[in-house]
């Protein structure tokens, strides 16, 4: 049988210390004082509020079409310090933005131009590449998404933030050096302010094109930055060599993070180095550690999330008081909820076979087991109270955490659970109490899981996706374990999304969900029921429709 306890449990805190700098910081976020006129080809790049350098790669590409305006707006949004992207030369001398030297990756252009294998960018003019849509390969919600140009960009990007331009293959593109200048040089008001203030980068893995094609005319102010990747380290003579014309390098994660020589070398000389693409918060620490100046990732509102509360360099201790947790434990799974300072749930551990021995599959990389909701942006997310009343039955198979507060917002919600010994049930009613500050974008809970694969009753193992409606049951799993959320129907007031993040194994519900949000009237809203369950058996379709049906039942 199931028990419900408070029990007394060491929770883990943040002390404070001092944060361990950097050797170069100084250099990494003063502004550049002098003027247009004086300024020498740059080691610096822009200001920072935090330690460590954002750049959105390829914009933020976890969140939208990689690449695309749109990508790059909220990269700006999510406060990168740098938004990067790849670019390209058209067949009448466009620079467009595109990861790879072929369109068929990231656009429909098989369908609209399906005799011009292999689809190289150098193949079709600009006005041809105008007509593909971006979007929908990622998402349908974004069809209609064009490939930008490299004028677009800096226009919509402007002095918001600086800039990565990342060649790539520059020797398949003849006068693509002339043509970048040439394009900074044609938006207006743009290149002396971005030049004084260190905001243009220019990266290639070719670095002969770098320093023999490029630096020769590129304007004094912009950082040359030479980039190694996967697998190849480079020597200590290559880093002498390389410091003589900048001081900026960006390589892969691994290769200095299991290479201690190259490593010291890199501090040795006094580089400013940058790692990609780092989408986990747990190598984001590492990145920070090994004294990385910059981290390209594909989502900068978690980066940025990490230094605005101070994460970056803290020792992590136990806190002097105890909290008090709530925990149901049978012998089929035990739950541990917390609810000071905030609400979520902190564990949640199944054994299917009734033994007792509980495999725990948080993971707490994204935003936590628990209900959320975005105003104004998708990400981060509003932070969670304390419920103002914890009610449960007698027999300990009901709670009820009510009034829990979205702080900052006339929002709270009242989360409910009923647990029986093989699964358990739980749902949530939304209460908006007053006009919000900024539209809604999102609102849903989420589960944070360790386990591998992810999916639904579409897809058993998705990659990066969203299901739209809501999926009638989902669930995460490996060889030896499915855990299910099954969906009671229509028990939430709307069922717009089911969001898989692959690089998180992070699964978000989410009855209101738009981009660029919408108004959230005042009133009550019933936020869906799910029944949550665990089968020793490795995607176990089975028993996901199962444990619906008996929800629905």
């Known amino acids: 049988m199931g ?3 408070v029990s007394r449990t060491l929770r883990r805190g943040i002390a404070v210390v001092l944060a361990v700098v950097v050797a170069t910081a100084a ?3 003063a502004a550049a004082s002098a003027s247009p006129d004086e300024v020498q080809h740059t080691k610096k790049p822009a200001d920072s509020s935090g330690e460590m350098l954002i750049a959105a790669h390829r914009g933020a590409s976890g969140m939208a079409p990689s690449n ?41 252009v098989r369908e609209l131009f399906p005799d011009r294998a292999p689809w190289r ?21 974004f069809t209609g998404e064009e490939v930008p140009t490299l004028r677009e960009a800096i226009e919509l990007i402007n002095h918001r933030a600086g800039v990565q331009l990342d060649v790539k293959s520059p020797h398949l593109y003849p006068g693509i050096s002339e043509r970048i200048i040439e394009e900074l040089e044609a938006v207006p008001g743009y290149l002396p302010g971005a030049l004084k203030r260190g905001l243009i980068q220019v990266l290639a893995f070719d670095r002969e094109w770098l320093t023999e094609d490029f630096m020769p005319i590129a304007p004094d102010g912009i950082t040359f930055v030479p980039m190694w990747g996967a697998g190849n380290i480079p020597s200590r003579e290559a880093l002498e060599e390389t410091a003589e014309y900048t001081d900026w390098m960006i390589t892969a994660f691994d290769n200095v993070a299991n290479n ?11 580089f400013n180095f940058g790692l990609y693409t780092l989408n986990d918060a747990g190598r984001m620490y590492d990145a920070y550690d090994l004294g990385a100046a910059a981290v390209a990732t594909d989502y900068p509102d978690m980066l940025r999330e ?18 008090e947790d709530i925990v149901f434990e049978s012998s089929h799974y035990r739950l541990v909820l917390s609810t000071s300072p905030d609400t979520r749930i902190v564990n949640l551990g199944f054994d299917p076979s009734g033994q007792g021995q509980h495999r725990e599959i948080l993971n707490h990389t994204t935003r936590g087991t628990v209900p959320f909701v975005g105003v104004g942006q998708f990400s981060p997310v509003l932070p969670i109270g304390e419920p103002a009343e914890i009610v449960q039955s007698d027999d300990g198979r009901e709670l009820s955490l009510l009034g829990i507060p979205m702080l900052g917002e006339p929002i709270e919600v009242d989360w409910e659970f009923r647990f029986e010994d093989e699964w358990f049930d739980h749902e949530m009613t939304w209460h908006v109490n007053g006009e919000t500050s900024e539209p809604v974008y999102q609102v849903g809970w989420g589960l944070d899981t360790g386990l591998p694969r992810i999916g ?22 490996d060889d030896n374990l499915t855990v299910v959320a099954a969906y ?12 898989f993040s692959t690089a998180h194994n992070f699964i978000a519900w989410t009855p209101h969900w738009e981009s660029g949000g919408r108004d959230w009237p005042a009133g009550e809203y019933d936020g869906g029921k799910w029944r949550i369950g665990a089968s020793g058996t490795g995607g176990d379709e089975e028993y996901a429709t199962q444990l619906h049906a008996e929800l629905n039942g």
């Open 306 to 323: 990490m230094i605005d509360h101070g994460l970056l360099g803290l020792e992590f201790e136990p806190p002097e008081d105890d909290a």
């Open 456 to 477: 639904d009753n579409e897809i058993l193992d998705r990659e990066r996706s969203h299901a739209m409606p809501m999926s009638d049951w989902t669930v995460a799993w």
């Open 121 to 141: 960018v150098r193949d079709f003019t600009l006005d041809e590449i105008k007509q593909l849509d971006a979007g929908s390969p990622f998402n349908p919600r």
């Open 488 to 499: 009671q129907d229509g028990s939430a007031w709307a069922d717009d999304d089911v969001f």
């Open 260 to 270: 201690p020589r190259l490593h010291d070398d890199l501090h040795d000389l006094g």
């Open 27 to 29: 250099a990494l976020f």
């Open 68 to 108: 695309t305006l749109t990508a790059f707006s909220l990269g700006i949004k999510q406060k990168a310090d740098f938004i990067e992207f790849d670019l390209h030369l058209t067949a009448d001398d466009e620079i467009v933005l595109v990861h790879d030297t072929v369109l068929d990756t990231t656009t429909n």
């Open 3 to 5: 028990s419900l306890a």
